[in-house]
């Protein structure tokens, strides 16, 4: 195991960049775009992923469609299930169940289980409200 990485899930994903690089200084940081269709429209990986632990950084977990997507792929870039760690600021009780039911091997580290998420959080933080 080499270290760990962050995966940002564009766009609010990208709201918890600067507080895991102020944390952790030289973590390499990776993004990825899922589409409403649920597919890849962009990745930006790492070619030694498969050997490191995966922070997936999206702050708000609705349905749960978005992450299952993202961890499919980067199940398919070679990253084992346990070495994935779904890291959010907000999300559903169903968003935990159908992510746990499908990888339970998925740590998801979360401050809050609530049925009323904040849709507008990236809105707010990219000030486009």
Partial sequence: MRGNCG????RSGEAMEFALR??????RICKMLIGDEQRVLYARLIPDMSHRRVLLLYPVVSTGT????????LMDSK?????????????????????????????????????????????????TD
């Fill in 7 to 10: 995966v940002s899930l564009c």
């Fill in 22 to 27: 102020q944390c952790c200084r030289s973590i």
């Fill in 66 to 73: 978005t992450v299952l997507k993202a961890i499919s792929a």
């Fill in 79 to 127: 990253v084992e299930e346990e070495n994935i760690y779904l890291t959010t600021l907000f999300i559903t009780p169903q968003s935990v169940k159908s992510i746990c039911g499908k990888f339970p091997r998925v740590t998801v580290i979360t401050s809050d289980v609530t049925t009323g998420v904040p849709y507008s959080f990236a809105m707010k933080y990219f000030g």
